[in-house]
């Protein structure tokens, strides 16, 4: 097909495609994996089964966002994609092994011949949920330093690995304020209000390590005007912080009102984290060693599937909505075997 | 072993684990939705209890088949970089729309037929039933798409060592590709019904005699009567195809090291590569002339004309018997339990064991056939385009050998949680179908 936008609009096109896949999978499957992470705190089968139920729906969907990111980077960007992906083998296979352990383990934990099996196949649910977490960040950390060597930056990796589980936990913990009620709902704000912590600290000890490990980085926030330009990201971010650590002390509301608020909060801090990183490391696709513009496919292929796209995606928008529509409100006790 | 060696055990375990579960999911959506329809037809409570069943192995296969695949498709990345490298410009495109047009589809609306019951009418659930069948077989088109693109590639050219697009048509529409497309999908069908008529004859053998087990096994019966014997006329016509297009693994699949006429349909043999000769051969005299040219003296090309070019014979050989094995199984299964429901309308507990025997011979069958078009396709990944060996990463051997035992030991102990699963729901199939949370709305509503 003839390509109708240059090379280089082409490239910025599929990178904002490949940066939105990459962001609705952190969030979207983010929750699932932080509702893994915040099982072993409940004991209960009835609550357990609750908490796999309001994510039984979604995950499959949620899942796939990762397949079109990767997919993307595969299809428009396949020269980082070799690069990335052999850099990052063996976290890459273990975080597959921990999805692989807990998508399966929605099905076998229900389906389980006995107590006892049905235990196993909730430590398969919380390792594998926990193993794909900690490889995420560990990846995020090892990317983020352009796979740098070294005891500092492995240290960085594992801090990373750290931070995304929290961040992960912390939004699995809003999802479970919106979608459970009792006791259970009371839980996911203790534990929404402990992770928040964290994920402050997270997100000030990245954004102080990226430009300390940077000049280019550095300049781009700090020199002027981008100082000032860039400023609402930084004060976006403080003032949700704050506004949730402050409402997250008086829930659950009466009436359960806001219930859906703390959630879509903590999209928004993914969302700025996001956008703080993709400004930082623009127009590099493998940080200071590649840009998307040098590792772009040919325009006739991408002009094929950006056709596609245009075509598919709204109708996978709206099909989500739909979805979520279908399944909104509270938890049921789903019968999922 | 060396890297590449252990780069290819690792794809295949992976895509031969993969292929399981959508090999059932893709005739299996089908096979819902016609219980669905049915039971809207009729107002039969038995379909809804076969679909009530038959869903639940569904999402249970549905899962193991995405976790699988999405490991698939990072492998593509880490151990075989010089394929996006080299042919990234038209395998992109085309896994692209896989995942646009299918994966998004089946995950999404999944959920509303597992789980949706309650909340949605019944048009709605029917129709989330249509949209992940419609799903699961455009994933399987644009794979076999890409994978026929690849064993007989065109629509294309080379720039810089590069391959560039030139006639999407072309490149969807190869010559192996309706061959190629429409024998997987029988071979689904096939998987489905004699696992749907493995299970149900368990079920029947236990004293499950509920209506709903007997309505499963006579739909599993009929396709695999009408199914197989289909099958059989398709594969002929696919081998006719890849005796155009890839003479050298047909020579391969024959066993046929030189070329000429009256050429012997063999039946056993054990392939020497050393020799280039065949021990212990049993054949038919002018058999695969008649078959592969429909004339006695008809001259088929053999490994002699493809020295250092073919792939290695032994495993293409004994993998297309395998498969022809089967499926020759299949056709008695499937003719025999026709002719039973027939004449007397119900099955022999001779029979019924038989296809309790049966469950997963679509399994062997599926893999013994990938292993013959896949292996068959060596030393190339691209036919003419790219080697195997040129597509290989560079991750160490070790790095590959650690991950590959993390593979195996994962998928083992996954397929015995899938079987025992799956025999265990049989077992209290009865339960399984009137759980109270899973009455559906009444059609109308």
Known sequence: ?337 | MEALTLARIQFAANISFHILFPTITIALGWVLLFFKLRFNATGDGKWMDAYRFWVKVFALSFALGVVSGITMSFQFGTNWPGFMEKVGNVAGPLLAYEVMTAFFLEATFLGIMLFGWRRVPGWVHTTATVLVAFGTTMSAFWILVLNSWMQTPAGFELRDGVVHATDWWAIVFTPSMPYRLTHMLIASGLTCAFLIAGISAFRWLRGDRAPAVAAALRTAVVMAAVLAPVQAFVGDQHGLNTLEHQPAKVAAMEGHWHTGGNVPLILFAIPDEATRSNRFEVSIPHGASLILTHSLDGVVPGLDQFEGKHPPVAPVFFAFRIMVGVGVLMIGFGLLGAWFLWRRGALPTLLLRGFVAMTFAGWVATLAGWYVTEIGRQPWLVTGVLTTAEAVGPVPAGAVASTLVMYLVLYVLLLVAYIATLFRLAAKGHVVEHLPGNQPLPASA
């Open chain 1, 1 to 337: 097909m003839t390509p109708f936008l240059p090379a280089d609009d082409l490239a910025l096109v599929f990178a904002a495609l490949m940066a939105i896949s990459v962001l609705a999978y952190v969030v979207l499957d983010g929750f699932d994996l932080g509702v893994g992470l915040l099982m072993p705190a409940v004991p209960e089968e009835r609550d357990r089964d609750r908490m796999v139920a309001s994510i039984g729906p979604f995950w499959d969907a949620n899942e796939t966002w990762l397949v079109l990111g990767v997919g993307l980077l595969l299809v428009a960007f396949p020269t980082a994609h070799g690069m990335v992906l052999t850099a990052l083998y063996l976290p890459v296979a273990l975080m597959l092994a921990g999805l692989i352990l807990r998508g399966v383990a929605f099905e076998f934990r229900a389906k389980a011949a006995t107590p006892v099996h049905k235990r196993r196949w909730d430590h398969a649910f919380i390792g594998g949920s926990a193993l794909a977490a900690l490889t995420q960040g560990w990846m995020l950390g090892r990317y983020v330093l352009g796979f740098a060597e070294g005891f500092g930056a492995l240290l960085f990796a594992a801090l990373s690995a750290l931070g995304v589980a929290a961040a992960y936990a912390f939004i699995g913990a809003c999802w479970l304020i919106w979608r459970t009620e009792g006791d259970l709902q009371k839980r996911a704000v203790a534990w929404a209000r402990r992770t928040l912590w964290v994920v402050a600290a997270g997100i000030v000890g990245v954004s102080v390590a990226t430009p300390l490990a940077s000049a280019r980085i550095m300049a781009r926030w700090f020199e002027m005007p981008n100082l000032l330009l860039l400023a609402p990201l930084p004060l976006a971010t403080f003032a949700l912080i704050a506004g949730l650590a402050a409402l997250l002390r008086h829930m659950p509301l009466p009436g359960d009102a806001l219930r859906r608020l703390p959630f879509w909060v903590a999209v928004g801090l993914f969302c700025l984290s996001f956008a703080g990183l993709a400004w930082s490391f623009f127009p590099y696709i493998v940080p200071e060693r590649l840009t998307l513009f040098q590792a772009a496919s040919a325009p006739e292929s991408l002009t094929i599937i950006l056709v596609g796209a245009a075509f598919v995606l709204p109708v996978i928008l709206a099909y989500t909505v739909l979805a979520w529509r279908v399944f909104g409100g509270k938890a049921m006790d789903l019968r999922y075997d």
